[in-house]
């Protein structure tokens, strides 16, 4: 079993930063890819950036690439997403994921449903 808890979110104008953190416990988080989907109200939970866990391999949604950054720490066992310049349409409920499955490819890693573990999610609102 893993526990994912998020923490980071809040309230941010337009073009600030925020940096979320995912804390895992439980089984080896190294082995584990990683992943952040969100989900804004009255919409589907959509995939925004996952770390492969051998290699670092990272993916990104294209309306965050260049913007979000996801990075892992396995000293810590967490996992980070880096939020810069951002914008109202950013506004939602950002969930952390472990992935126990192994590919190759990261496309994988975009699919919630490869997705063992998910955290309770942490709030983002980007006032304009």
């Known amino acids: 079993q893993v526990q994912l808890v998020e923490s980071g979110g809040g309230l941010v104008q337009a073009g600030g930063s925020l940096r979320l953190s995912c804390a895992a416990s439980g089984r080896t988080f190294s082995s584990y890819a990683m992943g952040w989907f969100r989900q804004a109200p009255g919409k589907e939970r959509e995939f925004v950036a996952a770390?492969?866990?051998?290699?670092?391999?990272?993916a990104y949604v294209g309306s965050v690439k260049g913007r979000f950054t996801i990075s892992g720490d396995n000293a810590n066992n967490t996992v980070y997403l880096q939020m810069n310049s951002l914008k109202p349409e950013d506004t939602a409920v950002y969930y952390c994921?472990?992935?126990?499955?192994?590919?190759?490819?990261?496309?994988?890693?975009?699919?919630?449903?490869?997705?063992?573990?998910w955290g309770q999610g942490t709030q983002v609102t980007v006032s304009s």
């Open positions: 994921a472990a992935s126990g499955k192994y590919y190759s490819s990261i496309y994988y890693y975009t699919q919630k449903s490869e997705y063992n573990y």
């Open positions: 770390i492969s866990g051998i290699g670092g391999i990272t």
